[in-house]
């Protein structure tokens, strides 16, 4: 997976993983030289705390690209998984958390790790795995529906991938 790419905009300096940290910034940081960040405030979903150092930030993939390839993204061209690896197209596809998060998440699925707010992640990961027709095993989907049962009012939304 070739990720962090020119991004949306590839005269603007910011790769991909500079463009989610600046979407996802709830105080925007100063922009400087080859788009290094200073400065800001972004709320960390995941294990819910307060960053304010860009470099505090990883950019998570919600469906790992470890996941990604063994739910069928290993028979994708090599175009499929750059564009799978820099999605901006849908908002929860690639996510600004906090470093120590996004390590305890690494490649794990909902059947291994779950963050402070299941209910929104379940859902944003069943969007990211139908957006991109990925598979689900069979842990994972025992895990999806207990967090479907529990979280009646979630609603999966996505645009699929062609």
Request: proline share 4%; hydrophobic share 45%; net charge negative.
């Amino acid at each position: 997976f070739k990720h962090w790419n020119k991004g949306l905009n590839p005269t603007d300096g910011c790769d991909t993983r500079r463009e989610v940290i600046l979407a996802a910034a709830l105080e925007a940081p100063s922009v400087g030289a080859r788009c290094a960040l200073a400065g800001g405030r972004w709320w960390s979903e995941y294990d819910q705390v307060w960053v304010t150092s860009a470099s505090a930030l990883d950019v998570d993939h919600m469906v790992p690209l470890a996941e990604a390839w063994d739910s069928g993204a290993a028979a994708w061209t090599a175009a499929r998984r750059e564009a799978y690896a820099n999605d901006q197209g849908a908002a929860s596809s690639l996510i600004a958390v906090s470093g120590s998060s996004n390590r305890s998440k690494a490649d794990k699925d909902p059947a291994d790790w779950l963050p402070a707010d299941q209910c929104k992640y379940a859902a944003d990961w069943v969007a990211d795995k139908l957006r991109w027709k990925l598979a689900a095993d069979a842990a994972e989907r025992e895990s999806l529906v207990r967090l479907a049962e529990a979280c009646p009012a979630a609603t999966v939304t996505y645009e699929q991938v062609l």
